[in-house]
């Protein structure tokens, strides 16, 4: 476990970098291993510019990189955050009001999923996520999974705005194309491809932590022309 976070009220994790998460422990233990986990007492969470990477190699129960189980109760929100190399980079089963923008979540493992979700305890008015990076390294079309109907989502019913989900609707499926470092790539589908429509206004403070990126460079959030791109790092040539 990295982060277990329970009594934090209006906390920011920003800039943090857990990699890469290993394990010796035995498979038949039926251990799991989280990066971040929340509880029920954690009441505002802004996660933003973390780079959190797990064990391609982990042989345990489950592997999960932020995890919001059922009786968590938090307000979070997920912004440019780079989490690849676990079974659910993230796992939301619980959560009052959960938002999701510009991060990379790529999956690994034969029972992985980019997302996973339950789906009954979720809406359009708690939850929001669009503008990331879903891929899945091992099955490309697991992506989404509802863990409360224990059934795969097709990424086609995930973003359809007229059924019964329509998130993700300007998402990528592409590989991240990262570093063993969790930096970008020149040839990364996700230069560029962020958006800057946050849910801050100007003045808050989440604005002045977005606007550099993991490593400290300059993330072009006020540019009038430029994009940002998705994931903890902004690529710099």
């Known amino acids: 476990l990295g982060f277990f976070i329970g009594h934090a009220p209006d906390l920011v994790l920003e800039g943090n970098q857990l990699h890469p998460f290993t394990s010796s422990a035995d498979p038949a233990a039926g251990l799991s291993m ?3 986990s ?3 007492d954690a009441s505002h969470a802004r996660v933003l510019d973390n780079i959190l990477l797990g064990d391609v190699d982990f042989a345990g129960d489950t592997q999960v990189g932020v995890n919001l189980p059922s009786d968590s109760t938090v307000d979070i929100d997920l912004v440019h955050n780079t989490i690849a190399n676990w079974e659910y980079p993230v796992s939301v089963d619980g959560g009052h009001k959960v938002y999701l923008r510009n991060n990379i979540l790529a999956a ?11 789906r ?4 359009n008015d708690s939850f929001k996520s669009d503008y990331n990076l879903l891929y899945n390294a ?8 509802d863990t409360d ?10 973003t359809n705005v007229g059924g019964s989900y329509g998130y993700d609707v300007h998402s990528l499926n592409k590989a991240p194309k990262i570093k063993d470092t969790g930096r970008l790539k020149a040839a990364s589908k996700a230069i560029n491809a962020g958006s800057k429509d946050y849910p801050y206004a100007t003045g808050d403070s989440e604005l002045v932590y977005l606007g550099r990126d993991i490593n400290g460079d300059q993330r072009p959030v006020n540019h009038e022309t430029k994009q940002v791109d998705i994931g903890a790092d902004e690529y710099k040539q």
């Open 34 to 36: 989280h990066g971040i």
């Open 108 to 118: 690994v493992g034969a029972d992985s999923y980019a997302l996973a979700i339950g």
């Open 38 to 40: 929340f509880v029920s």
């Open 138 to 145: 091992t099955v490309a079309d697991q992506l989404v999974y």
């Open 120 to 123: 009954d305890v979720v809406n």
């Open 149 to 158: 109907n224990t059934l795969a989502i097709l990424l086609a019913d995930w």
